[in-house]
């Protein structure tokens, strides 16, 4: 049994679809109900920045990966001819 490489970016997907949904959740709970001074505008800005950054790191490694690769799972243990004696 083998499955495709690209299956395990399903969970990445995931994960980064509910990280922008609670970045967009924290931002506008800073906006709406934070104090309204620079300091509460640095921070938007530099949690932005700083995971924009991750984001790009994280893409970077992840295009170096052969996507197309399968692995074999348990393919020893189906294969392997039992002898019983």
Do not use: C, E, R
Not at 3 to 19: A, E, G, K, T, V
Not at 29 to 50: D, E, P, Q, R, S
Not at 75 to 82: A, C, G, P, R, W
Request: overall charge positive; charged content about 5%; cysteine-free.
């Amino acid at each position: 049994m083998a499955f495709p490489l690209s299956i395990l970016l399903i969970p990445y997907l995931i994960f980064l679809l509910l990280w922008i949904f609670f970045s967009f959740v924290g931002i506008f709970h800073l906006l709406n109900f934070g104090f309204k001074n620079l300091v509460t505008l640095m921070a938007i800005f530099i949690y932005v920045g700083v995971a924009l950054f991750i984001l790009i790191i994280s893409i970077n490694y992840i295009n170096q990966i052969d996507w197309s690769f399968k692995i074999g799972l348990l393919n020893d243990i189906i294969n392997q001819k039992l002898i019983f004696n």
